[in-house]
């Protein structure tokens, strides 16, 4: 695994260049993310199922679907397993987790990848759909400061067509419950460290492992230039979204999903 070349892949008019070698086997990365990401949200496949349920209800079972700061295509892979006819356009800024979904995903024509910088005010135009029935996005937008946030939900806006949704699970704090929310954080991180003695990767030693791997090292030191070691992001309430997501064009927005620390918020053109 050693003689990692470079491709240059052209898809939709847009032209990405990833690190392939031959015999990688993207599948075990791809499921070593989930597993690492489960650390931090053993509830996870559960948004996912009712985030699927939803775009069932509302759009139907062959979505056009933007997977907005896609990762590895954690969404694409559970909407395609559970939609055959679906299709799926992922984007995202960072080149590691792009290299796997690009692996993960590739010769299925129903995927393509973009990369671009969701905090690009013209990000949208290296898309090659100017319309989306579905947008969805997971614990990925934290990241953003509220300010950002708000404007990227404007141009989330402009992509879903009338009737379509835009779905974001994430953390989603309500900061007047002080109380609630350190229990919950307390027992969470109790559980936390009891599956960590069980030998599960936090965040850390995942990309560690991906830093010292002869395919994603490459992707993975040009992840850290772009990102740094840790974006400093707010969380603000599940409240604060529907507000903000009706304010830039969506006419209805509410949670259909909560756990104690996060939230699946819904919204419909």
Not at 90 to 106: K, M, S
Not at 196 to 217: F, I, S, T, Y
Not at 243 to 261: D, H, I, Q, T
């Amino acid at each position: 695994m050693t003689n990692a070349d470079t491709t240059t892949a052209t898809t939709a008019g847009t032209t990405a260049t990833t690190t392939a070698t031959a015999g990688a086997d993207w599948q075990a990365w791809q499921r070593s993310w989930d597993r690492q990401q489960e650390w931090y949200m053993p509830d996870r496949e559960e948004r996912f199922r009712i985030m699927l349920d939803m775009v069932e209800a509302l759009v139907g079972p062959a979505p056009r679907v933007l997977d907005l700061a896609c990762g590895t295509g954690t969404i694409t892979a559970r909407l395609l397993d559970r939609f055959p006819d679906a299709t799926s356009t992922g984007v995202d800024l960072d080149p590691a987790l792009l290299a796997i979904a690009e692996g993960t995903f590739a010769g299925d024509d129903r995927v393509s990848f973009v990369a671009a910088d969701l905090k690009d005010p013209d990000w949208p135009a290296k898309l090659p759909y100017d319309a989306y029935d579905a947008v969805l996005t997971a614990t990925a937008l934290h990241w953003f400061h509220a300010e950002p946030l708000a404007d990227l939900y404007g141009r989330v806006a402009e992509l879903v067509r009338d009737g379509g949704v835009f779905m974001n699970a994430d953390h989603m704090i309500d900061e007047a419950t002080p109380r609630i929310n350190a229990a919950e954080r307390a027992q969470r991180h109790a559980r936390m460290d009891a599956a960590k003695g069980q030998g599960a990767l936090d965040w850390a030693e995942w990309w560690q492992l991906a830093a010292e791997d002869p395919v994603l090292a490459g992707p993975t030191a040009r992840r850290f230039e772009i990102y740094g070691e840790h974006a400093d992001g707010e969380m603000p309430s599940a409240a604060w979204h529907a507000r903000v997501l009706r304010e830039k064009g969506f006419g209805e927005a509410r949670p259909v999903w909560c756990s104690p620390s996060d939230t699946l918020l819904l919204a419909v053109k």
